[in-house]
Every structure is written in C-alpha cells, then in structure tokens.
C-alpha cells in the first residue's frame, strides 16, 4: 500500500516503530505487520559480513574484496565458457527503484535479458492482461478516487483485510459505509468477507467458486450484461475493438451449466451483474486469486471485458485495479528489472528503444527477450551455470520446492546478497550482507503507482553494504567503463528518468513526502491519480476486449489426489518469510503453518479441529495443524506458503501460463491424511492385550 512509518534509532542501533499521523497513504493507521516491521531489523540471524563457501563445502568469513573476486571471476569465466546467457539475475520486490534498476542494467550490461523479479509469481498475467489490452500494466486508478466515487467494488481472488488492511479499512469498508456495495469473488472466506458483515447493510455480496472456475463466472456475468443490453453502447463503439469476438464466444454459452460447474448458483450471478453493471461508477480490483493459474491471463481478460462493454474505465471510481503483493512489486517492474522490457515498460526488442536508452547507457543491449526467472530456474544444469540473486527466495517462492532445490544443488556459481541467510542462501557459494530497507534511501511505487521516497537511519552493523553500493562495486570491477559510477540512489534516479518516460518529470525533490504518481512525463506534472480519461496507451489507441473460454486447472482431483489445494497469505506473514518469520509479535500470533479444512471433508476423513494431518501431492508432503472451517468449500484445502519448515510450495504445480510465464499455485490436487504420531507408533508396535 505504501503506507508511511517513522524510524528511530537509540545509541545502540536499535531501530524502534514511530507512527506517523501525516502518512499520505494511511494517515497514520498501521497493520499489524507495519507495526512489527522494525523487529526483524536488529535479528540476531541479520548477514554481518561476506561469506565465502571452501573448497569443503563450509562458508567462512571473507573480506569484502575477496568476495568480489571471486563474483568476477566466476562471472567472467561463465561467460567465456557458456556465454552471457548462461546467468540468470533475480531483482528483488522488496528493494529500492534504484536498485533495482541497477540490476537489470547490470545483467544487460553482462550481456543478457535474463532479469526478473518476483512480480513473475504473484501479478504477470494482470500486467501482461492490462498492458496488452489498455496499455499501462498497473491500476487504472488510485484508492483515493476509487473510496471517493466508486459505487461498486468488484474483488475477485483478493483478500485486502488480509493482505491489504489498510485499503480494506481506510478505503473500502468506508466506502461501505457510506453506500458503495462490495461484490467479493473468492473461493475462501476470509477477514474481507467478515470486514463487509456491517449492522444494518447488505451491501455485500460473496460468491463462493470452485478454485479455477473464474471464466465460466465472469462469462455468466458477460452474457447477463449482453442479454439485458447493459452495453455502454457509445463507450464501446468508440473506444474499444474486438466486441464481436466476445459476442462470438458467448453466443452460445450455457450460464446454467457454467454456474453449476463454478458451484454458484445461477441466480447470485445475476445478481452481482445487475450491481455492477447498473453503478454509475464500479471498479474492479484483482489479485493473485486470479492470476496465479495457467490461464491468469485470460482470467485478468476477461475482468478487462467487464470494465470495458459497461464503460466502467477512464474515470473516478472506475477501472481495473490489481491490488499488488509486495511493498514495491510495482516499481522493479516500471524500472525494468524484466526480461522483456526495459525501464518505463518499453520493449526490448524494438530497435528504437533499444537505440534510445543505449545513447543514454552507451553500450550495447541484447536484442531477445530474456528467460523469466521460473524458465532460469528450469534451465539450471543445461543453459543456465550461475545466478546472481538479490533478496528473492527461489527455495519458497518458486512452485516444487523439492525440485527447485535439486536444480540448486547442480548449480555451478550462485551469489546472493541478502539480509539473512536464507532458504536460498544456503546453496550460494558467495553470500553479501546487505542493509535493511530501514537502512537506506530511495524510491519505492506502491499498488496505484504512487512514487515515494525512503530515508534510512545509520546502518546497525558496520560491514554491511546496501545493494546499491554491491551492484555498483560488482559492475565497476566487472566492467570498469563508468556505467556503474554513481553517488547515492538520487544519481541513480537522475538516470532512470533520462530512459524511462513515465518518471521523467519527476525529482527527489518534487516527490517530498507526499509522492507522485506516475505517469509523470514533464517536469511539473502532477501525475495522474487515475489512466485513460482521453484514451488508451495502446499501439491503437483503443481498449481491446477479446472472448476467453473456460481453461480448467492442469492438475484435478483424481481417485489418488481426491482434493484440490489451492494456497494465500495470511495478515500476519510476508510472501516466503523471510522478514516476517523473524519477528516475535507476528510468530506469536501464527506461528506455523495450518491447512483450511471443510467440515465434511473432515468427517470423511476422521481429522479433528486442531489435529496434525498430511498434505500429499504429487510432488511432495508437509505435515500441518488441520483448520475444520466452513471458510473453504467441500473438497477443497487451503493452505499457505510462508512457513519454511512446511512450506505449501513443496505441493504447488510448476506449470505455467503459455505468455506470462506465471505459475500455477492456486490450483493442485491433494490428499491428507492424519499423521501418525510417536505415541501412535509406539502404540501400533506394542504386544496386544491379552
């Protein structure tokens, strides 16, 4: 969300949480995990100095110069022997622009396009859906306009009480109050779906879905619209192509037979298409509910669809927003740190662009897209020798955990800067400690494109380096040619407005403390708070709707995995927890991890509320708490993916979307089955009773 925090620090070093009432985003409200935030700072598990692995296998002290030798030297020979496409890079949602920027110019500068960031994982099918549809592959909208003159929000596979409080409280439920009505889409209950249970209102509607089932529902939804003429006829002649194909697809489409196969009933759908269809103003928000499968793209479509034949786009309140998962997700996209695109979302392969930044880099860029950081990782042992990773967590992030770290174990040469080591780390032959984001300046984008800065207090251990400082040590000793001379990240930024329009006309001092949000094109500019009030970015200039057909999950409950899993986060922990894990008040609250299980799933298969039970698939087990709740549907378990010791990746599917390249976690088939504990054992191996 981009919410503002004060940091203090004593004599010690010991950085402490301050609220900060003037916050632009928040206005001082906090979750829990902003609270918290501070307590992983000073862990004692924190990086102090250089690691270097021995000859045996062990890691030892190293000094900082040695470190980056030996990162040289493998970087070089790697290259000699495999060429430059034989390293892959991992920029990091949880750092700065700047350093992010930094990265994907230093792989470009090694001769590759192989960069990506965890945005593969959680939103590359919403990007690539809005950018190729719409033109700009981030919300059309920002919470301010949206709590303002929204009348309907549509949340499909999000949880913001959960995963976005503040917007939840701040903007949506407020906005409940006031008179908007919420449709939520999502196949597990949850804190939104308990935030909207307000006295004396309802305004809330809550659609229950088989996990994978998001077309055929929206397609109901489409053709209810088509039958009752809710067509923003002028809207749809005028700024939009592709309405016949979408008349095409539905013109024969069963809704009778796609509500039963989504397990809504019919007449539900219908309903939420009359709220929403009938709104002066509706938005749409998304999340990883709908992007994470095989078809997220076509899922995120199809939300397009919607906002586009009712008109609901390019104005207050309206729009399609993805409500983004990590605190600056949005912005190592908008600054590059793809394979794809260069900074400011600009193609690659495009000779023009290519030409524009290379003036501005003045060496010379790769002409082919990259690998995505799921296709390096599959690519570990054949193309790909070595891995430069900064702050990401391959190990808990990437789906089969267990083969993910076999391919590790094959690498030739891997370096991670990090501020902890870990899951990924222990593989690494090099391992550089870096300074918290409490440690340093630089910018961040937050989930409606707002550009803020961050100040950090002195660093709390001494021989600790921010990443920007590594990346340009790392690229002067690898290159020495000037391209990495930089002092402090406003330098840095001073660049990447030089080649990424959309920040041009912006400055540190200009985005203050109340940042600005991007586009921002002339120096001056206010940003713009929402997109396509004249038009869309499109190669067109028109928004582009495009029938989808129902997709079902590439893995569904067979006799052997009767189930289907489908995994999220819980308030309380972040993404693979890294941080989150580590702070006494977070772990206090949840401290391991649990699955969601119906109660008559549980019946079926004698688990008690509060048991430990199996999770099985075809690719791996963990052994969790058992939840018995009616918060998931019948025959589906919910699970998480934070906890390292029964980590819900060690089941997800490593299938991905044919364009985005975004794995399949929302959807796997499981069994369970109750865990046989020592007492059990000892009991089953004991003599019989006479």
């Not at 069963?254 to 039963?260: G, T, V």
């Not at 329009?501 to 985005?511: A, E, S, V």
């Not at 819980?570 to 119906?598: A, C, Q, W």
Request: glycine letters at 8%; proline letters at 5%; a negative charge.
């Amino acid at each position: 969300m981009g919410c503002g925090i004060q940091i203090a620090q004593d004599d010690e070093g010991e950085v402490s949480f301050r609220p900060w009432g003037d916050a632009p985003v928040n206005d001082g409200s906090i979750c829990i995990k902003g609270g918290a935030a501070t307590q992983s700072v000073n862990h004692e598990d924190r990086l102090t100095d250089p690691l270097l692995r021995d000859d045996d296998g062990e890691l030892r002290e190293a000094s900082w110069d040695e470190a980056y030798d030996v990162i040289v030297e493998n970087m070089e020979r790697i290259r000699e022997d495999h060429s430059a496409q034989g390293v892959g890079f991992y920029g990091c949602s949880k750092a700065m622009n700047e350093e992010n920027y930094l990265i994907q110019k230093l792989a470009r500068r090694y001769g590759t396009n192989s960069v990506d960031t965890c945005t593969r994982m959680c939103h590359s099918s919403t990007v690539y859906a809005l950018k190729n549809s719409l033109g700009e592959g981030a919300m059309t909208n920002s919470m301010a306009d949206l709590e303002e003159a929204a009348d309907v929000f549509w949340i499909q596979g999000a949880n913001p009480g959960e995963q976005h409080p503040i917007a939840n409280s701040q903007y949506f439920r407020q906005a409940v109050l006031e008179g908007a009505t919420v449709i939520q889409v999502d196949p597990h209950a949850n804190k939104t779906t308990r935030s909207f249970e307000i006295t004396d209102t309802d305004r809330h509607m809550h659609l229950q879905p088989e996990p994978g089932t998001d077309i055929p529902l929206l397609n109901v939804v489409l053709k209810t619209v088509l039958e009752n003429d809710w067509v923003d006829e002028e809207f749809v002649a005028e700024r939009t192509e592709g309405f016949e194909d979408l008349k095409e697809t539905l013109e024969d489409f069963d809704k009778e037979a796609a509500a039963e196969e989504a397990g809504v009933p019919l007449e539900d759908i219908e309903l939420a298409a009359e709220k929403y269809a009938m709104a002066n103003n509706a938005a749409i928000f998304t999340g990883m509910g709908m992007s994470q499968h095989t078809c997220g793209v076509d899922n995120v479509q199809n939300e397009i669809n919607l906002a586009l034949v009712t008109g609901n786009l390019g104005r207050p309140g309206t729009g399609v927003n993805p409500l983004r998962g990590q605190n600056n997700v949005q912005g190592a996209s908008d600054v590059g740190a793809m394979p794809n695109v260069l900074p400011g979302y600009r193609d690659v392969s495009d000779p023009e662009v290519r030409a524009d930044v290379e003036e501005v880099w003045d060496f010379e860029i790769p002409s082919e897209p990259g690998l995505t950081n799921v296709e390096v990782s599959h690519e570990i042992g054949d193309t790909i020798h070595g891995l430069y990773i900064m702050g990401e967590n391959p190990v808990m992030s990437e789906p089969d955990t267990n083969r993910v770290e076999e391919r590790l174990e094959e690498l030739d040469f891997m370096v991670v800067q990090d501020i902890y080591k870990t899951e990924t780390a222990e593989y690494a032959d090099v391992i550089l400690p870096a300074t918290s984001w409490a440690e340093r300046d630089g910018t961040v984008v937050n989930t409606d494109r707002r550009t803020q800065r961050m100040r950090g207090v002195d660093k709390v251990h001494p021989n600790t380096k921010d990443d920007l400082e590594i990346l340009c040590d790392v690229g002067n000793r690898l290159f020495g040619d000037g391209s990495f001379d930089f002092d402090g990240p406003e330098e840095v930024f001073e660049e990447l407005r030089q080649v990424a329009p959309i920040f041009y006309g912006m400055t540190y001092d200009r985005i203050g403390e109340e940042g600005i949000h991007w586009p921002c094109y002339e120096p001056g500019d206010e940003g713009d708070a929402y997109l396509y009030s004249d038009g869309f970015t499109t190669e067109s200039g028109l928004g582009q709707i495009e029938g989808v057909r129902h997709q079902p999950p590439k893995e569904t409950p067979d006799e052997e995995y009767p189930l289907i899993l489908t995994t999220g986060r819980i308030i309380e922990h972040y993404n693979t927890g890294t941080m989150s894990r580590r702070s006494k008040t977070l772990n206090h609250v949840e401290p391991e991890n649990f699955v969601d299980v119906h109660p008559n799933d549980a019946d079926r298969y004698g688990i008690e509320d509060g048991e430990y039970v199996t999770l099985k698939s075809r690719r791996g087990e963990i052994e969790v708490e058992a939840r018995v709740t009616e918060d998931t549907k019948e025959g589906t378990v919910w699970t998480t993916p934070h906890f390292a010791d029964a980590a819900g990746n060690r089941l997800t599917n490593d299938v991905l979307d044919e364009r985005a390249k975004i794995p399949e976690y929302k959807a796997a088939a499981v069994e369970i089955e109750v865990s046989v504990t020592t007492d059990d054992a000892d009991a089953a191996d004991a003599p019989a009773d006479d």
